[in-house]
């Protein structure tokens, strides 16, 4: 089955800094990637949609200036948290569309959990 | 804007019970609805998809259901386990470009 990947599964990085989170689609090409993040205890909450080619469409309410997000090519979106606060804790998820006609099948990656001290 | 809630929150059961969880929607045109299952810590494992066309869906002790009318779909585990413990979120995609809405899931746990 199609598989998507996250990297790094785990992060731990000072205040301030930036940290840059890798998502591939393995074995389908994906013009569509969504990016989700997670607090503890709390569902997944939908940041922004990745489109190869093109700018980002952010959730409202997400500043896109500190969640950089781009979509290279077809398998690889990358999202940059930039001058991480510890507030940007959370667990990130991305996910990318398999185009199968009717039958559209949404992937979802492994996440990756950011802890900004 | 779609809602999606999940009743109840949480859930304990004895093992070898089957059980039903919930999830509704306020808005009908969807285009998927998917459940998944998240262990703590973890990422997200799914476990039935069905598509807006389809009423059900089966996997082993699985079944899911899905009434678009009414807004609502269910996820019966047969038979369970404790390692059927973990929450689970079903999530609804309302575009098919796979943008989805999650509930805030329900958390199983299974006593032995």
């Known amino acids: 089955g199609a598989v998507v990947s996250q990297h790094p599964s785990w992060v731990i990085c000072k205040s301030g800094t930036s940290v840059k989170i890798e998502c591939r689609s393995l074995d389908f090409q994906a013009t569509t990637m969504f990016w989700y993040r997670q607090f503890p205890k709390q569902s997944l909450m939908l940041m922004a949609t990745?489109?190869?080619?093109?700018?980002?469409?952010?959730e409202q309410g997400v500043e896109k200036d500190k969640f950089l997000i781009n979509h290279a090519s077809l398998t690889l979106s990358t999202l940059t948290v930039t001058s991480a606060h510890p507030e940007d804790s959370s667990f990130y998820i991305c996910s990318a569309t398999r185009l199968q006609g009717p039958t559209d099948t949404q992937y979802f990656g492994p996440g990756t959990r950011l802890t900004v001290l | 804007k779609q809602e999606v809630t999940q009743i109840p929150a949480a859930l304990s059961v004895p093992e070898g019970e089957n059980l039903v969880l919930n999830c509704s929607f306020t808005?009908?045109?969807?285009?998927?609805l998917q459940w998944f299952r998240q262990d703590p810590g973890k990422g997200l494992t799914s476990l039935l998809l069905?598509?807006?066309?389809?009423r059900e869906q089966t996997s082993g002790r699985l079944n899911a259901s899905l009434d678009k009318s009414s807004g609502r779909s269910t996820l019966y585990i047969a038979a369970s386990q404790p390692g059927d413990s973990a929450t689970y979120l079903c999530?609804?995609?309302?575009?098919?470009?796979?943008?989805?809405?999650f509930g805030d899931g329900t958390t199983l746990t299974v006593k032995p």
């Open positions: 999530a609804v995609g309302y575009t098919n470009a796979g943008k989805s809405t």
């Open positions: 808005d009908s045109a969807i285009y998927n």
């Open positions: 990745s489109n190869e080619g093109s700018k980002a469409t952010y």
């Open positions: 069905i598509q807006s066309s389809q």
